[in-house]
């Protein structure tokens, strides 16, 4: 009997016909292959025909443990060839735990712009100064000039990765025309937009109104200049609550992180774990925190047209919070404000290296390279002072 041409939609995981030779990995949105413990992928699930082209392509040279090459004979690198391959580069990179799932949603939103604008057939090496500049126009037009700044450095990137790995013969040439916006243009807009600041009656009114597990996370970003992405994949095991200590590298750069915990956090933390629902995916049962749809606060979804869309609940639920209480008047004013404000009154107790310690930010410095670690007495300082601030009267 000859094979079914009868295609599936890209939400579904059959396959196209019973002897199709890949598999599909839902949690990826990927058509892949296994080999010696190894996870090859060849496409979104959305496009099983080419996924099927691209694994006869390619597979002769993945048995043989090679790199199949980048350019098809004679057609040269196309942008749906580099998209391809750096997708599935920064793929690898998210399933060991190097790169965030909201980081990866983000490269594969820039190959998207690339493709749509260029189109897929487009080869890269034709690619001109000029097709840049029209580019970035059309990435600027409806944004700020902090979110391009965020596009074309991500499209850098991809470009980038075509010369490091000699997908092409020479650099990508965009001159001057594919420029970040200038560093004053920020500053500007940065100004504009006021100060993404909380003050400590706005705080209190926040965590008082907050139920679980919301007043946890917020303590959490109070407390410690927790972002969005850190209180999402904070595990269990990181905490040491009868210490009152929380070690959790910051997810975005490695860096480690000690922080201590007010008794108010870890009250709150106590309490939101034991409420916490049971976890729907295996990877996440060591959480301390969970949707009511037993899910990651933050996370990346794969929609049935093969996008990755970013989940942010926390975002949502915080937001909604500061609308109830009437403190969203100011632009900007999210729950990443929480580690705006810590870096900002931490700061006052006058120990800089203590505060960066606490939030995870990368020491470049040549002490930052000899220093092995900071006492508990100085990290404790920082958070003491926060905790001043935010509740004058407590002892």
Same mark, same amino acid.
Request: aromatic share 10%; charged share 30%.
């Given at each position: ?13 059959? $396959?196209?016909?019973?002897? &199709? ?63 391809? =391959? &750096? ?6 990179? !998210? ?41 970035? =126009? ?10 391009? @700044? ?8 991809? @470009? ?6 000699? !997908? ?9 025309? #594919?420029?970040?916006?200038?560093? $004053? ?11 993404? !600041?909380?003050?400590?009656?706005? /705080? ?10 919301? $007043? =946890? ?8 200049? #927790?972002?969005?992405?850190? /209180? ?52 996440? =049962? ?14 990346? $979804? ?6 990755? /869309? ?14 109830? @209480? ?35 930010? /990368? ?33």
């Amino acid at each position: 009997m000859g094979k079914s041409t009868r295609t599936k939609s890209a939400g579904k995981s059959a $396959k196209p016909y019973p002897e &199709f030779p890949l598999t599909a990995h839902v949690g990826s949105g990927q058509w892949c292959k296994k080999f010696r413990g190894d996870s090859f992928y060849f496409g979104p699930l959305a496009d099983w025909k080419a996924a099927h082209a691209r694994f006869e392509r390619e597979w002769p040279y993945r048995i043989q443990g090679k790199t199949p090459p980048a350019i098809d004979t004679g057609d040269g690198l196309t942008v749906r060839d580099l998209c391809n =391959a &750096f997708i599935v580069h920064k793929q690898n990179r !998210m399933q060991s735990g190097e790169l965030s799932a909201h980081s990866y949603a983000g490269y594969f939103r820039a190959c998207e712009s690339l493709i749509g604008y260029f189109g897929e057939q487009r080869h890269v090496s034709d690619l001109r100064p000029d097709d840049f500049e029209r580019f970035r =126009a059309h990435l600027a037009d409806g944004c700020n000039v902090v979110t391009l @700044l965020s596009k074309i450095n991500r499209i850098r990137v991809v @470009l980038k990765f075509a010369s490091d790995n000699e !997908m092409v013969d020479r650099p990508v040439s965009y001159s001057k025309a #594919f420029d970040r916006p200038a560093a $004053k243009s920020i500053r500007a807009a940065r100004n504009d937009a006021g100060e993404r !600041m909380f003050e400590a009656d706005e /705080v209190r009114r926040i965590i008082e109104a907050s139920g679980q597990p919301l $007043k =946890a996370m917020v303590l959490l970003g109070i407390n410690c200049g #927790f972002g969005n992405t850190d /209180v999402s994949s904070l595990p269990q095991s990181a905490l040491d609550l009868k210490g009152g200590w929380v070690e959790f590298p910051r997810p975005k750069t490695a860096v480690k992180r000690r922080v201590p915990l007010w008794p108010e956090t870890v009250a709150a933390l106590k309490a939101a774990i034991a409420t916490r629902p049971p976890a729907r995916n295996s990877d996440d =049962a060591g959480l301390c925190f969970l949707t009511s749809r037993r899910t990651r606060f933050v996370r990346v $979804k794969i929609s049935k047209t093969g996008k990755h /869309v970013t989940i942010n609940s926390l975002s949502r639920r915080f937001e909604g919070l500061l609308d109830r @209480l009437t403190i969203n008047g100011r632009q900007g004013l999210n729950f990443y404000t929480l580690r705006h404000v810590f870096e900002t009154v931490g700061g006052e107790s006058r120990d800089q290296i203590a505060v960066d310690a606490c939030v995870g930010h /990368v020491d470049s410095s040549m002490g930052g390279q000899y220093r092995e670690r900071i006492s508990d007495e100085r990290l404790r300082a920082v958070t003491d002072h926060v905790r001043r601030w935010l509740w004058p009267k407590r002892k």
